[in-house]
């Protein structure tokens, strides 16, 4: 997904529907969140079945691009030809074709720029003027379509929408037939960090060059399908793209002194580089460490000889192809640098390269193609087998994905060096960019229609491939109280993940990290990493270079596990709910046959020191044996590398029984010394959960009991559970490992005192070192609190 901060349209409008509000019993208090989705979801049929996979008559459309392009980097124009031979599989003929003209979303009289609202911002600002004459911003920009012919050169009809463009056939295309069409189009390119585009170019005022991201950038077949018919909604910068799989063939002539990164392989690359190049290129094919095949010295010689205008017009033709993938990009630049490994995956070899100016050496050079490598791997195991030779990350300040490429963020400082969060934020979005060569790139969802079947799976893996790169990793999205920010937000702020695209408002949560959240606590909490992994596997294959939609997912993740979940797409996807479970009250009995009176209990106990917080997901990594990539290589430490031990922290608690009762009946005299507790839960948030619950005994240790959240089918407010156990209990606590994104833990437990806040703690040592102390110790007194 692309992720620039400026952005010339972002959409606002809110629009979404809840399936939890189609009730079956709507005045009572169950009944409703386990109600099947029935006929909420679409009828099944010989094209897509009741079990999530394709019909035994499933069928899509294929589109075969042969593209000659130029990148003239004086006038930043690009100029391109094509050729589309366009496959009609469908069992009905076609009167015309819809093609994707995605430069048109910067046209200046196309209405995606005018639909968002703006205000007046105070103290206006220059700045702030100039950011409302549109229409003269864009003056310029757009597809220019020059020709439309067929393959014979006759010309076509045509109408251009926006960002569409139907071409009208001179006769039906019928089924199981194909057509051939061409062409010839150019666009003023944008200056993508100004204007906020996917595409474009980046100007270096310090050298004189510029950094070309090629993408949407040629016309593009829409997706034309069983569910759907012509995928042609516009393009407005936010719903990203619907696509056909097909091969292409692509010739792209740049200046001389650039290096081309693309989509394919590359099938001429002993005419295009110099002979230590080559040499260094087949070294790298057998290599399991980067080696640098363009040298940073050639890139400043590179970027020396234009600024002082020694360097030749003369031009170089680029030749790659790439069979069954649903899109095309590429990146030109005298500034780059390339590295490039190979790997094994699977049993495949795929070469893991880098591209990037001098301004990322420091971080690209050690990292990059490494968390490549790493990143095919781990989604590999977790989805399929990773099927392209080559994979590819591009540092363009910026984060977008196309098959076997992606553009990436992630420079220095002038120095070389650089903040933690800086490499950090690099190695996420190489993992996401590089990740969604599985979503949607292979496992070809509706971008355009549902967001999260593609950015919402891909942060999951994503998730995943963090903790198995390094466990220390500072994950911002899987982790389920990380979610609780936005759950707990008002309801006029949200939206079902069941939404369309263009009508989210709390884009990243709503799209990337609830989905991510939901599918994590689906393997961990719900299901369990056995079941979920075979059940998203079977999705994966099953769907892999085919177009799945949300049902698709749904029932096979059900038809695959034998887990009834209704109620967890109901409840995660289509409403807006959140977790927030509360202990209401403890019931304790002691069995103590013929006793009168309670059992005493020792007041003056000190709790044990508590566990250091750990993800649930490293917990269970490190019980499988997965160790991560920065214990494995350790050259993948830094300085920023440390370790924390854990918090040296003692709470003093008294043990209240004051509800503690005898029951003194010697027909109990098997149970003599254990204990019931009987415990009452609500449900405040509305959203059903597992009740996970920690009892911490007064001896220091503590277990975990697991209640499946079928527990709420009769009762969906309220429930009370009784556990038997054989150890006086000190203490309970909800959801310990933080795993269900409950969004209130203060009524999570019971007699359990909360930890002093940070400030407190800073006060109590801000008084010590004063002196201020009244013959109490002020830490003592902050953990009192």
């Given at each position: 997904m ?22 079956n ?8 969140k386990?109600?099947?989705l ?11 079945t009741?079990s999530?996979a ?24 690009c100029?391109g ?5 366009y496959?009609?599989n ?9 093609l ?8 200046p009289n ?7 609202e ?13 950011a ?9 920009l ?36 194909k057509?051939k ?5 150019h666009?003023?390119?944008?200056n ?19 950094l ?11 997706v ?5 018919g ?42 295009v580089l ?11 094919q ?11 010295e050639?890139?400043?010689?590179a ?9 030749s017009k003369?031009?170089?033709t ?7 993938v ?14 490039a ?14 591209f ?14 490494k968390?490549v ?5 781990t ?7 990773y099927?392209?030779?080559v ?34 934020g ?11 060569n599985f ?7 509706d971008?355009r ?22 466990s220390k ?12 920010d936005?759950?707990r ?19 990243g ?19 369990g990493?056995e ?39 109901r409840?995660w996807?289509y409403d ?10 403890v ?8 006793a ?11 709790f044990p020191?508590?566990?250091e917080?750990?993800y ?29 031990g854990p ?11 004051e ?23 609500s449900?405040?948030?509305?959203l059903?959960s ?12 503590s277990d ?9 089918r009769k009762?969906?407010k309220e ?22 994104a409950d ?11 909360a ?8 006060k ?20 009192k609190?």
């Open positions: 692309h992720r620039t901060f400026a952005s010339v349209v972002s959409i606002l409008l809110i629009g979404s529907y809840s399936a939890q509000n189609i009730q019993n709507p005045q009572s208090n169950h009944g409703n386990f109600e099947q029935g006929t909420i979801l679409p009828t099944p049929n010989e094209y897509r009741a999530g394709p019909g035994a008559k499933y069928w899509q459309q294929r589109a075969d691009y042969d593209i000659d392009v130029t990148l003239d980097e004086k006038n930043l124009i100029i030809t094509e050729t589309i031979t496959y009609n469908a069992p009905e003929a076609l009167n015309y074709l819809w994707q003209l995605d430069e048109n979303q910067h046209d196309n209405e995606v720029n005018y639909f968002d703006n205000k007046v911002a105070e103290p206006v600002t220059l700045q702030g003027l100039k409302v004459e549109t229409k003269k911003n864009l003056e310029g757009g597809d220019k379509i020059d020709e439309v012919t067929d393959e014979f050169g006759k010309k076509l009809k045509y109408t251009i929408n926006g960002s569409m463009m139907r071409i009208d056939l001179p006769k039906p295309l019928a089924s199981k037939s057509v069409f061409k062409i010839r189009w666009y003023k390119m944008i993508r960090i100004e204007y906020g585009g996917r595409g474009g170019y980046e100007y270096f005022p310090e050298d004189g060059n510029h070309f991201t090629m993408s949407q950038w040629y016309p593009r077949m829409c034309y399908s069983d569910f759907h012509w995928q042609n909604k516009q393009f407005t910068g936010r719903g990203e793209f619907a696509l056909a799989f097909g091969n292409f063939i692509v010739r792209m002539t740049v200046p001389a002194d650039h290096l081309v990164c693309s989509t394919g392989e590359c099938q001429n690359y002993q005419q110099s002979p230590a190049q080559f040499q260094r290129w087949q070294k790298a057998t290599a399991t460490e980067p080696i640098e095949i363009g040298l940073l050639d890139a400043k010689n970027e020396k000889n234009a600024s002082t205008g020694s360097a003369a031009t170089k680029w030749i790659f192809k790439a069979d069954s649903r899109d095309f990009a590429w990146g030109s630049s005298r500034k780059f640098i390339w590295d490994m190979a790997v094994m995956c699977e049993g495949k070899r795929v070469m893991c390269m880098s990037y100016g001098k301004e990322a050496y420091g971080l690209y050079r050690k990292y990059s193609t968390v490598a790493h990143t095919i791997k989604y590999s195991k977790y989805s399929i087998p099927p392209y030779p994979a590819q990350s591009v540092e363009a300040a910026s984060g977008m994905e196309y098959p076997m490429i992606c553009f990436n963020f992630g420079r220095t400082e002038k120095d070389g060096t650089y903040a933690e969060g800086t490499k950090n690099m190695i996420l979005v190489i993992i996401h960019e590089v990740g969604h979503f949607p790139m292979i496992i070809n969802s971008e229609q549902w967001s999260w079947m593609d950015e919402g799976l891909n942060t999951f893996i994503q998730y995943l491939t963090e903790r198995e790169f390094d990793y500072p994950s911002q999205r899987g982790p389920a109280y990380k979610m609780t936005y759950m937000l008002p309801k006029n702020q949200l939206e079902p993940i069941m939404t369309n695209s263009e009508n989210i408002i709390q884009f949560s709503n799209a990337y990290g609830k989905p991510a959240t939901a599918l994590n606590i689906l393997r961990e909490t719900v299901m990493r079941l979920f992994d075979f059940a998203f596997k079977q999705y994966c294959n099953r769907w892999a270079f085919k177009h799945p939609e949300p049902a698709d997912f749904f029932r096979t993740m059900e038809d695959a596990s034998a887990v009834d979940l209704d109620w967890f797409w409840g996807f807006i709910d959140p977790v927030d479970i509360s202990v209401d009250t019931k304790a009995y002691t069995f103590n046959a013929g009168k009176t309670p059992v005493k209990i020792d007041t003056n106990y000190t020191k508590p566990r917080f750990e649930i997901t490293d917990i269970r990594n490190r019980e499988t044996g997965i160790v991560s990539l920065v214990d494995k290589d350790t050259t993948l430490r830094d300085f920023y590398y440390h370790y924390k918090t040296e922290v003692t709470k003093e608690a008294k043990n209240r029984y509800n503690l009762e005898s029951i003194p009946d010697s027909s109990f005299k098997n149970y003599s010394g254990k204990f019931l507790y009987e415990i009452k839960f449900n405040k948030g509305g059903v597992p009740l996970i619950i920690q009892f911490n005994y007064v001896d220091g240790t975990i009991e697991r209640i499946s959240a079928y527990i709420w009762n969906e429930v009370t559970k009784t556990f038997l156990k054989d150890k006086k209990v000190y203490s309970i606590q909800l959801d310990p490992y933080r795993e269900t969004i209130n833990e203060k009524n999570n437990t019971w007699n359990m005192k930890e002093p806040g940070k400030f407190e703690m800073f109590a040592k801000s008084a010590a070192a004063r002196g201020q102390s009244t013959g109490e110790n002020p830490m003592q007194k902050a953990k609190k």
